[in-house]
């Protein structure tokens, strides 16, 4: 899909269908107005007939509107006026573009954007615009037959140039820049999905680290694998431990992204990328075992990240570091009642193998110190015990700095793409304790995602800190089985008003 701005005279140009707004009760928006003006009043007869109520996310497509330039006209209900904020805004774009995708209508104008949304501006809704539409139209297509691929190709549905109307001229350049954000988001979401959605035999950690040279070589970034002799020498014991049950070979890739002032200290990145996770010994019962292969969700945001921000050319230092491998039983695997001796010295007693997210993590964590952040984020599909507190609707958030936490839930409301900050109190520590090694890696089954991340903070005393849990928001289950994205779009949010403040 394309994109371009348009500004006032676009209504009068034709296109394949113009998308409008009716807000609850039948309230036209201006442009479902100027509409119904030159029709003689056809858009508020069909209102009135009761086709549409303005409830937010409802269609109705009409053809042949007599005086329209276009072929047709979609309303799209927006809901209650005063509730018309960004979230009913952003549905009310996914309820248009998935009303398109399944005819053939090329060249589209869309009219929600000169829509007052709360207190949000051009650029910003702009950028949500083609983030939404980029979004609702994902589809996994990376791995189809290639007869049925270019199929698919040449077919004529959905949309191809979406032409966004913006109410102020003088708003032009504002938009122009709202466009490139939006496309950059809804690029590096869908490379993050790409990667989650890819079959474990092919997503390898030797593929992810393949998709990270690929970035770095388009995008000029510094990019450095290190293979297991490497992470023998470092002292990356716990890694290493969790690796050695698979046949393939782990790697910790290292991203690097110097676009801000030359001493400023970089925010470290850190993804969790087990590219399946089997549970190792402690095997995992069957049922939906497939959906591990998402395990490697936290690395495959970090280069989404990476590709929006690299798009984006954002002013900020940025480095992402992934430990990758897979956690496979074997004869060579890690038992439990292992003692493991992980980078930072401490020993860790494997209680249980398939809680390998920390183990991977600790050594990375540790790895990233040389960089003297600023701040440290990691990414991880780190516990199910985080679905079990928050479902599928928030990121679990844990911060050893209230500061760095504020920042990164007020990037997730803005970007809505949220999260909610779970405790990490000392009185959970005990929990870790261990009567053969430092640290045990499992709590019990009480506070699971508090005691994973009590893990981590052991490893995480240098720097600022902040761990996010995104085990029920990377990927749906069931039906709409697929990666999400997510938090890419929050994550970006958060880099972006770091640079706005460095600079
Ligand atoms: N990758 C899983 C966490 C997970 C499970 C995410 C289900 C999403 C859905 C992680 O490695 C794991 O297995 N965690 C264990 C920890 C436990 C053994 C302490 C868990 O959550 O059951
Ligand atoms: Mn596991
Ligand atoms: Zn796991």
Not at 82 to 105: D, G, H, M, N, P
Not at 255 to 284: A, N
Not at 438 to 452: E, K, L, Q
Request: hydrophobic content about 40%; glycine content about 8%.
């Amino acid at each position: 899909m394309e994109f371009s701005i348009k500004t006032s005279v676009a209504e009068k140009q034709h296109h394949h269908c113009v998308v409008v707004g009716v807000y609850e009760g039948r309230e036209l928006s201006d442009a479902a107005q100027a509409i119904d003006a030159l029709s003689d009043g056809y858009v508020s007869k069909v209102l009135k007939h009761g086709d549409l109520e303005g409830k937010l996310e409802s269609t109705l497509m009409l053809h042949q509107v007599p005086g329209a330039q276009a072929d047709r006209i979609l309303l799209v209900g927006l809901g209650k006026k005063a509730e018309f904020k960004e979230k009913q805004y952003c549905k009310a774009v996914r309820a248009s573009v998935k009303a398109l995708s399944a005819i053939s209508a090329d060249e589209v104008l869309i009219m929600l954007a000169e829509l007052p949304v709360g207190e949000i501006t051009t650029r910003k809704k702009v950028s949500h615009l083609v983030e939404t539409a980029l979004d609702a139209t994902y589809r996994f297509e990376a791995i189809k037959c290639k007869k049925e691929a270019s199929e698919e190709k040449e077919s004529k549905k959905g949309i191809k140039v979406l032409n966004i109307q913006i109410a102020d001229v003088t708003d032009l350049a504002e938009a122009k820049s709202g466009l490139v954000d939006g496309k950059a988001i809804g690029d590096g979401v869908s490379l993050t999905k790409d990667l989650g959605n890819l079959p474990p035999n092919v997503c390898t950690p030797t593929y992810l680290a393949e998709q990270a040279q690929a970035l770095a070589k388009t995008y000029r970034l510094t990019v450095e694998v290190l293979e297991r002799e490497a992470m023998q020498k470092l002292g990356m014991g716990s890694f290493l431990g969790v690796a050695q049950g698979s046949e393939e070979p782990p790697k910790l890739i290292v991203l690097q992204h110097l676009k801000g002032h030359q001493d400023q200290k970089p925010v470290v990145l850190v993804g969790k990328g087990i590219t399946f996770d089997t549970g190792g010994i402690s095997l995992k019962p069957g049922a939906e075992m497939d959906e591990m292969k998402y395990d490697m969700c936290g690395a495959a945001t970090v280069l989404g990240l990476f590709k929006t921000i690299a798009e984006m050319d954002l002013p900020l230092n940025v480095i992402g570091v992934i430990p990758t491998c897979e956690n496979m039983p074997d004869g060579r695997a890690t038992r439990p009642g292992d003692v493991l001796t992980s980078m930072s010295g401490l020993t860790i007693e494997v209680l249980n193998t398939d809680a390998e997210g920390r183990l991977i993590l600790c050594d990375a964590l540790t790895y990233a110190e040389r960089f003297e952040p600023s701040a440290v984020v990691d990414i991880a599909t780190l516990t199910g015990a985080c679905v079990i507190a928050l479902g599928h609707h928030a990121t679990g958030l844990f911060s050893n700095n209230d500061s760095l936490a504020k920042e990164l839930l007020q990037a997730g409301e803005q970007a809505l793409d949220r999260a909610w900050h779970m405790p990490m109190w000392d009185d959970y520590q005990p929990l870790l304790d261990s009567n053969f090694a430092d640290i045990a890696n499992i709590g019990g089954r009480a506070a699971g995602s508090i005691t994973a991340a009590c893990f981590l903070s052991r490893f995480t005393k240098k720097y600022d800190w902040a761990h996010l849990d995104i085990a029920g928001t990377a990927w749906k289950s069931g039906k709409e089985k697929g990666g999400t994205g997510r938090p890419v779009p929050m994550l970006t949010e958060f880099l972006v008003s770091r640079a706005r403040k460095s600079s």
